[in-house]
Structure formats: C-alpha cells, structure tokens
C-alpha cells in the first residue's frame, strides 16, 4: 500500500471519528457545572423590614375636656419627668371643686348634729335603764309587803304599773337609740360619698396640668395652644396631644413572615440598615419576638406576620422614631462545611439532591441539607470536588438521572468563601 493510500485511510478515520463525538455532544444537554467545595463561614439569615421606635416612650392623652389655654413646648424640644407641658382650662374643674367643698362642709355638719341625736339618744336610754331598775326594786319591796299584808294590793299594783311603764320607756329610749344610730350611719356614708366627690373633683383639676411622665424628647406634637381637647371614654380613645420618647435607647421594630419567625431567638445579632443613613449600619439583638400574629388588614388572605424588636447598641444619637429600617438577624452559623449553589439541590421523589457529573452523565445523588446562606446551601452526601449541575434552573428541573450532559462553558469555581 503506498504512502498516498495510507494518509487517505486516516483521513477517513478521523473525519469518521469526529462526526461521532460530535454527534454524541450535540445529544448531551448543556449544564452549568461547579465543583463542590467547602465554605469558611456560612451565614443565615432572616430579613425583615420596619421602622425605628423608642423603647421607652408615652403617648399624652388628655383626662378632661376643655380648651387647651398654655402650650409650653415644641416638638423636638428635650423634657424631664414631671416638667409642666401645657394647661387645660381650669375654670369648670375649679368651680366643681369650691362646689363639693362646700356640699361636704354641709354633710359634715349634718354628720356632726346626727352624732349629737345619737349621744342625747344613748343618754335618754341610760336614764330610763337606771329608772327601769329602781321601779323593779321597788315592784319586788311591795311584793314583799303585800305577802306579808302590810300594803294594801292597790299599792301593790300601783308599783308594777311603774316597773311596767318604766320597761316601756326603755324599750323607746332604745328605739329611738337605733334610728339615730341609723340616721349617723347614713350621713357618714354622705360624708364618705362626699369626700369621695371631692378627691374626684380635685383630681379633675389636677388633671388640667400636663406634665411629663417621662425624661425624653418631644416626638409628635398634635395639638396647637386655643385647640379643644377630648378625654377618652370606654373604647373611644381622647386625643392625643403629644408623644415624649427615650432617644437614649432605640428598637427596630420589623415584621416577620411566619415563615421565618420560628428560627428567630432572643438575643440573636442583627444588622440595621437606613435609606437615610446609606453606608452605615448598626448592630443590635433581638429582644422581643410576637407571640401571636399581627391582625391582618383587608378581606384579602395573605402570609401572616409577626412583631419583632431588635435592640440597636452602640450610639444611636442620630436616629430619630420613625425612621424606615432594614434587619438582617442572623439565625444560624456554620464553619468549614460543604456547600453548593441552592439552585442544584432538586427534588426527585421526595428526596433532595444533587446531580453529580460522572463520565459526562449526570447522576442524582441524594444529600442532606443544612443552613441555607443567601444563594448557598450546606449538604452533606457528596464529595469534596465533585463535578455538579448547577444550572440553568429550566434544565434542572426537568433533568433526568443519567442523562448524557456537557458544560456549557468552563467549569466554574465552588461556592465563595
């Protein structure tokens, strides 16, 4: 065979050879592959999104109606606990107290000139007790005179008509004993009533000065000086006339889905975000998590959610109430664990896995999940450097096992670090 013959033969050969891989490759599916590695941390997390309040604040509401006649503070101004903040028009409580003074000087003196009926009352039952005695005695001398027959029975008679009529002005004495006693009872309880009328007046009053209950600053301020006033009533709130907050110590408050506030515990650290402050952050823990969920609003059914406080720490001067806020909590850590894109863990059968490439098929291997970190998943079931499906989403989903792949590009890097 000659030297021209020979490289023909090997044209053919490899022409021939090329068209079957490159007919075997055109059949293989097109996959994103990655290697799996380890990470040096994995992180989860649960974000939540709300708004900065003071842990420690109070809402002014007002006791009594009337004009507001003095308003002695802005809003932003810096108060301290039991500073005067403004004045409702005394005049009405001031005209119901100088009333019920005067009603319960009336009721004391009827108190006083009852107290006398029952003194001259228990006199009067003491005089007629004493009499009621010495007839008795002298019943029991005539009784014995007249058994001896030195009295005439008219004496004798004439002296148990006196012990009778002597009994019977006891029992009066003691009658009219009780109706006084009674008649002091119930003017005490005037007294008592009255007194009560007039704590309650004078309270009224009091209550026409508004003063801080805490130390703090001036948040919300509702009212302007000459306005009128509403007092709250059962299950209709008065108005609110202004909020003083502890900007000394600051929450986030956030709403958690319900999906998520089940791997929340207390004292978990969180990260704090602003679109106020953009650049900075702040730390803080969780320090109050809803122990039932937020009433939902509308008719429409949606996720439930739940209140939860995260403590800031550190210097939160230039916070203000208010203000809306993000929260990352982080819920779990892991260190030097296997971890692969969360996209190529899939569920066949009721099982997760992954799909390992071995000799250009992918093969799904079952896995055991961990902490999800953003876009990365912990698992254990696969090897350290093992070739995996990572992707697109549209081809993993459908993937069958065993199925012939090639890469879509190079193989990329494991999860990073």
Do not use: H
């Given at each position: 065979m000659s030297r021209r013959i020979l490289l023909v033969v090997a044209a053919v050969v490899l022409v021939g050879g090329w068209w079957?891989?490159?007919?075997?490759?055109?059949?293989?599916?097109?996959?994103?592959?990655?290697?799996?590695?380890?990470?040096?941390?994995?992180?989860?997390?649960?974000?939540?999104?709300?708004?900065?309040?003071?842990?420690?604040?109070?809402?002014?509401?007002?006791?009594?109606?009337?004009?507001?006649?003095?308003?002695?503070?802005?809003?932003?101004?810096?108060?301290?606990?039991?500073?005067?903040?403004?004045?409702?028009?005394?005049?009405?409580?001031?005209?119901?107290?100088?009333?019920?003074?005067?009603?319960?000087?009336?009721?004391?003196?009827?108190?006083?000139?009852?107290?006398?009926?029952?003194?001259?009352?228990?006199?009067?039952?003491?005089?007629?007790?004493?009499?009621?005695?010495?007839?008795?005695?002298?019943?029991?001398?005539?009784?014995?005179?007249?058994?001896?027959?030195?009295?005439?029975?008219s004496e004798f008679e004439a002296a148990a008509a006196a012990a009778d009529t002597a009994g019977a002005q006891v029992n009066a004495a003691k009658a009219a004993l009780a109706t006084a006693e009674q008649a002091r009872s119930a003017s005490s309880q005037r007294v008592a009533q009255g007194r009560a009328d007039g704590a309650r007046v004078q309270d009224q009053l009091a209550k026409t000065e508004i003063t801080a209950p805490i130390a703090g600053v001036i948040t919300r301020l509702d009212v302007e000086e000459g306005e009128m006033v509403v007092m709250g009533v059962q299950n209709q709130p008065g108005s609110i006339l202004m909020t003083i907050s502890d900007l000394s110590a600051l929450n986030a408050e956030v709403k958690v889905a319900e999906a998520d506030v089940l791997r929340l515990s207390m004292d978990n650290t969180a990260t704090i975000t602003l679109d106020a402050l953009p650049g900075k952050s702040y730390s803080g823990r969780v320090a109050e998590i809803g122990a039932s969920a937020l009433p939902q609003i509308g008719t429409q059914a949606s996720a439930r959610e739940f209140?939860?406080?995260?403590?800031?720490?550190?210097?939160?001067?230039?916070?203000?109430?208010?203000?809306?806020?993000?929260?990352?909590?982080?819920?779990?850590?892991?260190?030097?664990?296997?971890?692969?894109?969360?996209?190529?863990?899939?569920?066949?059968?009721?099982?997760?896995?992954?799909?390992?490439?071995?000799?250009?098929?992918?093969?799904?291997?079952?896995?055991?999940?961990?902490?999800?970190?953003?876009?990365?998943?912990?698992?254990?079931?696969?090897?350290?450097?093992?070739?995996?499906?990572?992707?697109?989403?549209?081809?993993?989903?459908?993937?069958?096992?065993?199925?012939?792949?090639?890469?879509?590009?190079?193989?990329?890097?494991?999860?990073?670090?």
């Open positions: 079957w891989w490159s007919g075997r490759q055109t059949d293989a599916i097109a996959v994103d592959i990655v290697t799996v590695g380890r990470v040096e941390t994995l992180r989860a997390y649960v974000t939540a999104s709300g708004e900065i309040v003071a842990t420690r604040y109070a809402d002014l509401g007002s006791s009594v109606m009337g004009r507001l006649v003095s308003l002695r503070v802005r809003e932003g101004d810096r108060v301290t606990a039991g500073q005067v903040l403004a004045r409702i028009d005394p005049v009405q409580a001031q005209s119901a107290v100088a009333s019920s003074a005067a009603g319960l000087r009336a009721l004391e003196a009827e108190a006083e000139g009852s107290g006398n009926q029952v003194r001259a009352a228990q006199a009067e039952v003491a005089v007629a007790t004493s009499r009621q005695a010495e007839a008795q005695r002298a019943l029991e001398r005539a009784r014995d005179l007249f058994k001896s027959g030195l009295i005439a029975q209140r939860v406080k995260v403590r800031l720490e550190g210097d939160v001067a230039l916070l203000r109430p208010g203000l809306t806020c993000d929260t990352e909590i982080l819920v779990a850590e892991r260190r030097n664990v296997l971890a692969v894109p969360l996209q190529a863990v899939v569920q066949r059968e009721g099982k997760s896995g992954v799909f390992v490439i071995k000799d250009r098929r992918a093969i799904f291997t079952a896995v055991t999940t961990g902490i999800i970190g953003g876009l990365t998943i912990q698992v254990t079931g696969v090897d350290e450097g093992a070739s995996i499906v990572a992707g697109p989403f549209q081809v993993l989903r459908d993937l069958a096992d065993g199925a012939a792949v090639r890469p879509i590009a190079a193989a990329t890097s494991s999860p990073a670090k």
